[in-house]
């Protein structure tokens, strides 16, 4: 859903919490916090923006421009980075704006499409990192079945945004902006009218429904198999550890592969807690009474708090693959040697490709199957802020 999006319970607390006077008339103050409250959030944010957009940019330059980088595993990386990329341009601004005023300042086109693009983003990251973990499942637990292809990865992760577009539709064609009659916003003695993106169901129950259908669809279910997959290739791997302890090629093949599934299982606990805290607060805005306290403080510091931390996984992905797989390492060296040629260079034509020579196959520090790393990726109402995702050696 749209960041600044409102439930019922929402606008009538907003409303209900301004100050009133004789004439019924509502008046709200245009900034949300103090200055320097404001200034926090305000750094907070554009931190995570930095990150995530210069981040994912250089994991997608990566990739694209590296063919030997073209793995199954990395296309599913790139389309992680792609997603993270659109929360990061699309999520992070308006989360930070809807934090720091009152109402909504744009238009509808930006209600919807927002709202549009943000749940598309995250629902695609959670069902990318479904897909690496069942690609992760078949390729150690059933090593002779016939391996997932590049061109079969496209087609997967196409279909994962038409699904990803299917789920969020219902959302989007609710959202609307409203005008609230007889309330104002205050700045330098001046009235404003105050607008909100509003998220208009035929009635209360249908929203109820949706946040539990898209709960267990985008949160639920993915975490169940994504826990149950690792949980078999853990067993798997426990089980070919003790019968080749005798072939020291073979336990060291098997100890990397180890390593990358231990990364495996903390991603799926960062996945877990970073979303956790941002669905708890969704789900207790739709389906407890909260008095006008409570939904103040909801959505001035809590619901920021835990959009930051959602958005904050995002942008340390990047930083994740560089320190724990040596061809994103060597590649985001080298994005940054070019840009720095690029800029000391005032004639000629500088070769931007990164052709960063081939990884030491002896001392092979990436995915133990040639498959490349290994991914796993403002006001009450808001469904979606972010995702997680981890890069493995």
Same mark, same amino acid.
């Given at each position: ?89 699309? &999520? ?104 909100? &993106? ?196």
């Amino acid at each position: 859903m749209e960041i600044a999006s409102l439930n019922e319970t929402a606008v009538n607390s907003t409303m209900d919490s301004a100050t009133m006077d004789r004439a019924n008339r509502t008046y709200m103050p245009y900034y949300l916090h103090s200055t320097g409250m404001s200034v926090i959030y305000i750094l907070c944010y554009m931190a995570v923006l930095l990150l995530c957009v210069g981040g994912n940019v250089l994991v997608s330059l990566v990739v694209l421009r590296n063919r030997n980088m073209r793995s199954v595993t990395n296309l599913f990386i790139l389309n992680l980075a792609i997603s993270d990329l659109l929360i990061g341009v699309f &999520c992070i601004p308006t989360t930070l704006i809807d934090s720091l005023i009152s109402g909504w300042p744009f238009g509808q086109i930006t209600c919807t499409m927002s709202n549009l693009v943000q749940g598309m983003s995250v629902s695609a990251s959670v069902f990318t990192l479904v897909a690496i973990a069942v690609d992760r499942f078949t390729g150690i637990v059933y090593p002779f079945r016939h391996r997932m292809r590049p061109v079969t990865a496209l087609v997967t992760i196409l279909f994962i945004w038409v699904l990803a577009f299917a789920i969020i539709c219902p959302s989007a064609a609710t959202l609307t902006i409203i005008h609230l009659e007889d309330t104002y916003l205050v700045q330098d003695n001046q009235t404003y009218p105050v607008f909100v &993106c509003f998220e208009k169901w035929p009635q209360p129950e249908m929203r109820r429904v949706y946040t539990m259908v898209i709960f267990v669809h985008v949160y639920l279910a993915p975490l169940g198999v994504i826990s149950i997959m690792y949980g078999c290739i853990v067993a798997k791997l426990s089980v070919n550890l003790r019968q080749v302890r005798l072939a020291e090629v073979r336990r060291a093949h098997s100890q990397r592969r180890v390593k990358v599934i231990n990364m495996l299982i903390m991603v799926a606990v960062l996945f877990m807690v970073s979303w956790l805290p941002l669905w708890t607060l969704m789900l207790l805005t739709d389906y407890r009474d909260l008095d006008t306290q409570q939904i103040d403080f909801l959505s001035s510091y809590l619901f920021p708090v835990a959009h930051w931390l959602a958005f904050f996984n995002s942008g340390i992905n990047p930083i994740i693959y560089g320190f724990f797989n040596e061809n994103f390492r060597r590649g985001f060296q080298a994005a940054v040697a070019c840009r720095a040629c690029s800029q000391k260079t005032t004639t000629g034509v500088v070769n931007t490709r990164f052709n960063f020579p081939p990884p030491n196959r002896s001392n092979k520090s990436t995915d133990c199957d040639d498959n490349g790393p290994v991914a796993m990726n403002g006001a009450p109402g808001s469904r979606f802020k972010l995702l997680c995702m981890v890069c493995f050696p």
